[in-house]
Nanobody, 115 residues
Framework: QVQLVESGGGLVQAGGSLRLSCAFS????????MGWYRRAPGKQRELVAD???????NYADSVKGRFTISRDNAKNTVYLQMNSLKPEDTAVYYC?????????WGQGTQVTVSS
């Protein structure tokens, strides 16, 4: 049973940085595509970034050049480094593990960016 636990959210001023972490357990981490999604108040959940088992990355246009996703297969962890944060980045951020069309989700971590 895959379990995902996010950490690293919090309150930060605009222009600041945060690093989110997602600890994976219950299966073979290295074969999963890992992603970060977010849901802002009143909006649908959207993809922020993902990283394949081979290390290929994909970003939402709104975060390109500011956010970086990475994975450490030795630590079974995926990271999201968020720089130059904006108030519109405020959301609950969710970790996702995907394999063969089946998704597992973490509980989410709140990121709040003040102006």
């Amino acid at each position: 049973q895959v379990q995902l636990v996010e950490s690293g959210g919090g309150l930060v001023q605009a222009g600041g940085s945060l690093r989110l972490s997602c600890a994976f357990s219950g299966s073979i981490f290295s074969i999963y595509t890992m992603g970060w999604y977010r849901r802002a108040p009143g909006k649908q959940r959207e993809l922020v970034a993902d990283i394949s088992s081979g290390g290929s990355t994909n970003y939402a246009d709104s975060v390109k050049g500011r956010f970086t996703i990475s994975r450490d297969n030795a630590k079974n962890t995926v990271y999201l480094q968020m720089n130059s944060l904006k108030p519109e980045d405020t959301a609950v951020y969710y970790c996702n593990a995907l394999r063969f069309g089946v998704s597992k989700w973490g509980q989410g971590t709140q990121v709040t960016v003040s102006s």
